[in-house]
């Protein structure tokens, strides 16, 4: 299952791990949802958001990596 895929990697990589989780049993996606959130990852239901988090973790990550006054 992709919730046992997820327990597998989740303390194996120190890069983030976003996802969008979707399909047509809305009971399904719901419950993915909350047992990957459960693990620490963050879900998203659009994928445009998904888009953007990543790119916001990534610019998040260059501020953060610059050295106080550059």
Same mark, same amino acid.
Request: hydrophobic share 35%; with cysteine.
């Given at each position: 299952?992709?919730? *046992?895929?997820? /327990? /597998?990697? *989740?303390?194996?990589?120190? *890069?983030?791990?976003?996802?969008?989780?979707? +399909?047509?049993? *809305?009971?399904?996606?719901?419950?993915?949802?909350?047992?990957?959130?459960?693990?620490? #990852?963050?879900? #998203?239901?659009?994928? /445009?958001?998904?888009?953007?988090?990543?790119?916001?973790? #990534?610019?998040?990550?260059?501020?953060? +990596?610059?050295?106080?006054?550059?």
């Amino acid at each position: 299952s992709y919730v *046992k895929a997820y /327990e /597998e990697v *989740k303390d194996r990589y120190q *890069k983030p791990l976003v996802s969008w989780v979707y +399909g047509p049993d *809305k009971r399904l996606v719901r419950e993915t949802s909350r047992r990957l959130e459960d693990l620490g #990852f963050p879900v #998203f239901s659009d994928p /445009e958001i998904c888009i953007k988090a990543i790119g916001l973790a #990534f610019r998040y990550a260059q501020v953060k +990596g610059r050295k106080h006054g550059d």
